[in-house]
């Protein structure tokens, strides 16, 4: 059954089909979604399900129904009851508008709908000028309601590349008291998609406009106002650095991980004791506290963690890597490559970290290249062959020993 014979069904009985949400919008958007939600109104729930009594039904708060793994909804309204994200009083029935549905959502660009049959656009908010004008805006002050919707708006920003108008930056900020209300899984889920974008320094950004950034980002927040040595570091604090970090490393790479350890790198300038400054002595140490308390505050996945803990103590030593003796090298690739981070993963840390400092795309440091080349042509295997001894102590010597013959030779 296709949606415009759903649409049909539920039509002759008196009730309409909307498509709305992120598939329309993208849909103006000229974005690919294939994750299409639907609202159904005119209809009780009784009757849609006589309509379709193979629809599965998921949810608690309000239910969702399910057809051919595709979502629909009747029109709802909510009333906030209490603090939080789930403290909510739903009411849905045969006689709740479109407009009312739409009224309760987010923010503009949003709460537009269309009618499957006839294409009629419903649009009260003016969400498609919204889009038009590349502008995050909150639907109504309903938007208050619901403390998630901060996350949801930086997030949005960051995927769309948007800029969020000052009544929403105001009514993001009146929730920050409610933001420790939120699963730390929820919260997560809205970073870890922001991560995942074009420009994730956007999310960060917005949320330090609507001044919420130290709720559940202490540490990256802690970086803002934090001094450099101008010389290294023209584009100015360690906030900044630390954005123009996150975003190089996502034009280097897809890997959230890598991308999360780009995020974390520096975060141990944010504890650097004043009569250092703007020097930063230390710092790579510092952070490794510093990523696990923001990795566990967040409830990032176990790898997350010990890749950031890694970035964060590694990097300086990768940056430095071509001043080294050969020996230091040798000892720098052998702990990075058994690390959860790898060489790989650190070698996008620190060439993010050198164009964030300087803008230059000189490879100078690329001991990724280096250090495969020198695992793989100096492996356990060599050394059995070449001196016929087995596993033990004598093997891991020589393999050492071996290899920074081979780097000197290289």
């Known amino acids: 059954m296709d949606i415009i014979e759903i649409a049909n069904k539920i039509n002759n009985i008196g009730g309409s089909l909307y498509l709305v949400g992120g598939a329309l919008r993208d849909e103006f958007l000229n974005i690919e979604n294939h994750d299409k939600d639907y609202c159904v109104t005119g209809i009780s729930k009784d009757e849609f399900l006589n309509l379709f009594p193979n629809a599965k039904i998921q949810g608690k708060s309000f239910e969702v129904f399910t057809i051919n793994n595709t979502e629909f909804a009747l029109a709802r309204k909510e009333r906030k009851i209490g603090l939080g994200h789930k403290k909510f009083k739903v009411e849905t029935h045969k006689n709740i508008t479109i407009q009312e549905d739409l009224a309760r959502r987010d923010i503009?660009?949003?709460?537009?709908?269309?009618?499957?049959?006839?294409?009629?656009?419903?649009?009260?908010?003016?969400?498609?000028?919204?889009?038009?004008?590349?502008?995050?805006?909150?639907?109504?002050?309903?938007?208050?309601?619901?403390?998630?919707?901060?996350?949801?708006?930086?997030?949005?920003?960051?995927?769309?590349?948007?800029?969020?108008?000052?009544?929403?930056?105001?009514?993001?900020?009146?929730?920050?008291?409610?933001?420790?209300?939120?699963?730390?899984?929820?919260?997560?889920?809205?970073?870890?998609?922001?991560?995942?974008?074009?420009?994730?320094?956007?999310?960060?950004?917005?949320?330090?406009?609507?001044?919420?950034?130290?709720?559940?980002?202490?540490?990256?927040?802690?970086?803002?106002?934090i001094e450099q040595p101008i010389k290294y570091h023209p584009e100015g604090d360690a906030y900044n650095h630390t954005m123009l970090v996150l975003d190089n490393a996502c034009n280097l790479t897809k890997n959230e991980v890598y991308r999360y350890c780009a995020l974390v790198h520096d975060l141990g300038k944010g504890v650097t004791p004043k009569e250092i400054l703007p020097h930063h002595y230390g710092h790579d140490a510092r952070g490794v506290k510093l990523v696990e308390n923001l990795s566990n505050r967040l409830k990032t996945p176990q790898i997350w963690k010990d890749c950031g803990k890694v970035s964060a103590k590694e990097h300086m030593k990768g940056g430095i890597f071509k001043n080294m003796k050969p020996a230091t090298k040798v000892t720098f690739i052998e702990r990075i490559e058994k690390s959860k981070l790898g060489l790989e993963g650190l070698q996008i840390v620190v060439n993010a970290d050198r164009l964030g400092k300087q803008g230059e795309n000189e490879k100078e440091l690329e001991f990724l290249e280096i250090g495969k080349r020198c695992i793989k042509s100096v492996d356990g295997d060599f050394i059995k062959k070449k001196y016929n001894i087995e596993e033990g102590i004598q093997l891991k010597q020589k393999l050492h020993e071996e290899r920074i013959n081979w780097l000197k030779n290289y």
């Open 108 to 225: 503009t660009i949003n709460s537009i709908a269309k009618n499957v049959l006839t294409g009629e656009i419903i649009d009260p908010f003016n969400g498609i000028q919204d889009i038009k004008n590349k502008i995050i805006r909150a639907t109504t002050n309903a938007f208050s309601e619901d403390p998630l919707r901060v996350y949801r708006v930086a997030r949005f920003a960051a995927k769309l590349e948007f800029e969020v108008d000052k009544n929403t930056i105001i009514l993001m900020n009146k929730l920050k008291d409610e933001l420790n209300t939120l699963s730390k899984e929820r919260v997560f889920t809205e970073f870890r998609k922001a991560l995942n974008t074009n420009k994730p320094s956007i999310f960060f950004n917005v949320l330090r406009k609507a001044g919420v950034l130290d709720i559940h980002f202490k540490e990256i927040n802690d970086l803002i106002g």
